[in-house]
């Protein structure tokens, strides 16, 4: 399984290599850019930690800092490259205005915050808390996603336009879901203080927010500036607020 996942993050690393070569023959002032920030790194997991070093470091030393931490991190768990490659095919796979990873891996802070985030969850799990924070602090100021590093979120994973994104602590959150802008999930005011456990290839919409201690089932779909407080079913979908439920697979339960 790891020979696998070694050649497949080789693969993914060949493909934007040769996006970068293309770009800089096609335009030489960009290809300056692309030089420094893809084509001087020898594989994707240093060019990745080099790209969440400069999004993260408001100076030489916090670059240097973040793009350290990432490095341990990817080095001790080589498991979040090969994620990071699954989260950046998905953006591919799910965004039709995407062609190439070459744009995404750049330009899309959606990708680098949630990129930064595993970083910040490797940090929680081996017990550096404040250097866990620290990612989730600068994440929050700079890129404008927030997200807890206790969260647990699964790969292939695509943060669609990110401004606004809220995860709380302990939130679970399943592979193949697609969250877009202004979207909060965590725990409401009313005890216990649980937070919510989002399923599999589930989509969120804008402004959506997912509150308290619910389910979210798998292939389910929030609608835009929808406000959930109760389960959602498999398949279905919820929509206003406070949420009602449609075009579920079968009849949803009785409330």
């Not at 389910?215 to 389910?220: N, T, V």
């Amino acid at each position: 399984m790891m020979a696998a996942a070694t050649s497949a993050n080789d693969s993914l690393w060949q493909q934007i290599r040769g996006e970068a070569q293309r770009a800089m023959v096609a335009d030489p002032v960009f290809g300056k850019s692309l030089a420094d920030t893809v084509l001087v790194h020898d594989d994707f997991a240093a060019a990745l930690a080099d790209l969440i070093g400069r999004r993260l470091g408001g100076s030489a030393a916090d670059r240097a800092r973040f793009t350290a931490f990432a490095l341990d991190a990817f080095s001790d768990s080589p498991d979040l490259i090969e994620t990071a490659g699954r989260d950046l095919l998905a953006i591919a796979i799910h965004d039709p205005a995407i062609a190439e990873l070459l744009p995404p891996l750049l330009h899309f802070k959606g990708y680098v915050a949630l990129q930064a985030w595993r970083v910040s969850n490797w940090l929680w799990h081996r017990g550096h808390v404040d250097a866990a924070l620290l990612f989730q602090n600068e994440s929050s100021n700079l890129l404008q996603v927030s997200i807890h590093p206790a969260a647990g979120i699964g790969a292939s994973v695509y943060l669609d336009h990110a401004t606004g994104i809220v995860i709380g602590a302990n939130v679970v959150i399943g592979e193949g879901t697609t969250i877009l802008q202004n979207v909060s999930i965590g725990r409401s005011s009313e005890l216990p203080a649980r937070p919510p456990r989002i399923g599999s290839s589930v989509y969120i919409g804008a402004g959506a927010a997912i509150l308290g201690d619910i389910s979210i089932g798998d292939f389910a779909k929030v609608g835009a500036g929808t406000v959930v407080t109760s389960d959602v079913p498999a398949g279905c979908t919820a929509v206003g607020n406070p949420a009602r439920l449609t075009n579920c697979p079968e009849p949803a339960p009785a409330a």
